[in-house]
């Protein structure tokens, strides 16, 4: 497929979008009212910077669709978060939360700001700032944010705090805290352990074993670097993990643990020692079966998807493959299996999370995680079955069975 104009962001999910809406017959009403953002709110957020000087950021919150329940979705912290990189980042959650079968609509957030140049308490202001300036949008039962890229638990601490200032005490407002304020246990590590269940259940049907899988992982954060421990603790072999500075490759594998404490010490993948230098272009194209991008959208283009030589490429971070480089992929028989299922593990027990909260009770570790594994599993089943029985691809299965579910609420509720 050859797309001349450069898409945005949101227009290429939309692609995906329309895709789905297109085999599913959507009237083209319920079409444009899928397809668009409910509510967008565009704030600044002045920051006043240890030197002194005011500085002006440009912060956002795209309400996408909230016909299935509250909003939900994550914030980021990013130079390149723009209101057409959030919006594209509330689609997905839209089609993520259906699919998944959660209680809640698709959100999204951001500040458009480099967090790595900022002092913690340039972090602690912009982040308060930013809530006050959307907390109109916010609340228990309307729109509760979570980490993203750039963002974690530290950073909903200081959210929920801003939040409480105004509304008393309120937990369930932002997931991903700090399990000693109310933070779910296993919430940290459920985006990787998600990307770790559906690998497990995928290599039942592509005939993989776990054991001899060469896994390549691009990111070290929070998704990435988890996703590498649970599956290097499965026994696969990870021969190459990457932060923003660079890679390390070593194809006997890596010392997954060693590695994650290395980075936890605040030191970068590159200065690891047990193993070879690689750039981040260099490790999309290792030779390996599993290719997990973990880190940030549109790193699989059409220059680089015809050097991809994964036999699956999972999608552990959002939008990490352009619509022509998913083209590619698929034409070469690589399999994808798409963000909105992959990665779904965060905002499921963000759902778990808030159910505790508004319950006031906290569930123990185990059963948090598996009550993830069967929330992953039969998502995942649910998309298997619709790829063998009608013969399309993983993200084409994901996005229809997401959409169908909003378009049902819609209609149920009788919008229009
Ligand atoms: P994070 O900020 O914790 O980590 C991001 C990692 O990516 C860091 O290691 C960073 O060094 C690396 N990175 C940044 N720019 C890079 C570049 N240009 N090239 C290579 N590496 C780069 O973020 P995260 O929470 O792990 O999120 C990563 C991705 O996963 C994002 O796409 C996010 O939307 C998605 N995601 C996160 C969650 C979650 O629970 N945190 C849930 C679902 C999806």
Known sequence: MTITKKLTPFEEVNLFFDRAADRLQLPDGCREMLRRPWRELGVQVPVRMDDGRIEVFNGYRVQHNGAR?????????HPQADQEEIRALASLMTWKTAL??????????????DPRQLSEGELNRLTRRYTLNIEHLLGTNRDIPAPDLGTNSQTMAWMMDAYGQLHGHSPAIVTGKPVELGGSLGRESAT????AYILEEAAKNLRLNLQSLRVVVQGCGNVGSWTARLLH??????????????GIYNPRGLD??????HKMAGNSVTEFREGDSIGNAELLELECDVLIPAAIDNVITDKNAPQVKARVVMEAANHPITVEADSILNDRGIVVLP????????????YFEWTQNLQEFRWEEDRVNEELR??????YRAVHEKVTSEGINYRQAAFEIGVQRVAQAVNLRGFV
């Open 256 to 261: 997954v643990p060693r590695l994650v404490e």
């Open 69 to 77: 329940g509250p909003y939900k979705g994550g914030v980021r912290f």
């Open 339 to 350: 963000d909105i299922l992959v990665n779904a593990g965060g905002v499921t027990v963000s």
């Open 233 to 246: 603790e499965n026994g696969c072999r990870i021969i190459a993990v990457s932060d923003v500075r660079g």
């Open 374 to 379: 069967k929330v992953m599993v039969r998502a």
């Open 192 to 195: 990787g352990r998600g990307v």
């Open 100 to 113: 998944m079968g959660l209680p809640f609509g698709g959100a999204k957030g951001g500040v458009q700001c």
